[in-house]
């Protein structure tokens, strides 16, 4: 070993170690900031990872946040395109529902080649909902910068 | 009805994100200050660090494959009608997929989907559409029909089935109409009202064809037929004027007619 050591050279080692530090701190730098939202939603997101991970690459919990059914059903009844009738209506409105975004690469449709050649661009955001035992529900994908309202407590959500 | 072409990109590869290893841009070595007394022992120390990295790199990208998801592939075969707007209603047989990653096995659109589809595109970024097909996952263990919406490149599914057989046609409509208050678009499989939601906007043209996010899949030439389209909430009319339409690495399309796109993957020779 010290031989072989000795006939590549000590540089060619601090090369690796070099490598192996920039890769290293390189993704650490490249994966997620901390996530925003409150500390209990935050570790339930973290919880069901391996859930998320069905549909995607995970990098990351960008945000978790505790809200409750009532307040999901409002949310999802009155972003984007208003009219589909919450799944959540079933539940009592006060049931613990938690928002959970994840970072990543998702497989959502993205709609064909659009008219004006913009790239089509893969999903780089997950939101699933949390509730009961720990059953998880999808609610959206796509590109992270379309999301918003991205909760039911953001400024620009229903009743928020 | 066909618009400039020369505006239109569609002789560009559909993105295909395979070499998307996520290695990072560090891997440009730098030489930290501390090494420069290495450094300055001449170039073959210099190439022998250099060498040290890239080994490093080689085993990362080896040792951490899960960083290259396979859901970097993602690709289409796509046809057009320039005049549909409000309406688009389309046939086609639940086409048997084979050689798909046998991941995606419990839930709809997870894994390595390929989805054959048709869409009213509402916006000429392409980031606002409606969408209803079938969905193929798990090595095509796992099928759905799914029918929904894009809004700000964000997809919003409206409902699933799961458990469609490979073999069976079905019929795809999507149109809108006034309710008395406002203009709402209505999803229908097979004649039957699936889903409505507000539609606020006209829409920018229709569309067919086949989305994967699976490089291996296999997919023979289906036809999506009997197309057709509404303008402006007017009578249904069949597609006619070959308007565009575009392929992506690995996916093949060709026009049997004016009303009929044939799509397929990895067998485009057949």
């Not at chain 2, 030489?31 to 040290?52: D, H, M, Y």
């Not at chain 2, 080896?62 to 707007?85: I, K, M, Q, R």
């Not at chain 2, 019929?171 to 606020?200: E, H, M």
Request: proline share 5%.
């Amino acid at each position: 070993m010290s031989s072989g050591i000795k006939w590549l050279g000590r540089s060619i080692v601090v090369g690796v170690v070099i490598g192996v530090v920039v890769i290293v701190g390189g993704s650490a730098a490249g994966s997620n900031a901390s996530p925003t939202g409150d500390q209990a939603a935050i570790q339930k997101c973290q919880a069901i990872t391996p859930v998320a991970s069905e549909y995607g690459t995970i990098t990351g919990v960008l945000r978790g946040e505790t809200s409750s059914a009532g307040a999901v059903a409002n949310w999802q009844e009155s972003r984007a395109r208003r009219g589909p009738i919450s799944s959540f209506r079933a539940l009592s409105a006060a049931t613990p529902v938690t928002v959970c975004i994840f970072s990543g690469q998702f497989a959502t449709p993205t709609g064909p080649l659009a008219p004006d050649g913009s790239p089509k661009t893969i999903p780089n955001a997950l939101r699933l909902l949390v509730y009961g035992n720990d059953k998880v529900v999808f609610d959206s994908a796509g590109n992270a910068s379309g999301m918003s309202p991205e909760t039911p407590s953001d400024p620009n959500a229903p009743n928020a | 009805m066909a618009r400039s072409l020369t505006k239109r990109r569609f002789n560009v590869i559909l993105t295909a994100y395979l070499t998307s290893w996520n290695v990072p841009k560090e891997m440009t070595l730098v030489a930290p200050t501390w090494s420069r007394s290495v450094l300055s022992s001449g170039p073959v120390t210099e190439f022998r660090i250099v060498a040290g990295a890239a080994i490093a790199a080689v085993l990362y990208v080896l040792l951490f494959p899960v960083s290259a998801s396979a859901s970097s592939f993602h690709a289409e075969s796509d046809a057009y009608e320039f005049s549909g707007n409000t309406g688009m209603y389309s046939v086609h047989v639940t086409q048997a997929v084979s050689g798909q990653e046998s991941t995606g096995c419990s839930a709809p659109y997870s894994g390595n989907p390929v989805y054959e589809t048709e869409w009213i595109i509402f916006t000429s970024n392409g980031q606002n559409w409606d969408e209803m097909g079938v969905g193929h996952q798990c090595n095509d263990g796992y099928r759905y029909i799914h029918w929904g919406y894009g809004y700000n490149n964000v997809w919003y599914s409206l409902g699933t089935i799961t458990g469609t057989s490979n073999g069976t046609t079905h019929n795809y409509k999507i149109t809108r109409a006034y309710t008395g208050s406002q203009y709402d678009d209505f999803w229908y499989l097979d004649g039957t009202l699936k889903s409505q939601v507000y539609s606020p906007t006209v829409g920018y043209e229709d569309s067919v064809g086949l989305e994967s996010y699976s490089s291996p899949a296999s997919v023979n030439y289906y036809a999506s037929y009997s197309l057709q389209y509404q303008h402006n909430e007017g009578a249904w009319t069949n597609w006619s004027g070959f308007d565009a339409s575009g392929t992506g690495t690995h996916m093949c399309g060709i026009w049997d007619s004016a009303t009929s796109w044939s799509a397929a993957e990895n067998q485009c020779g057949s």
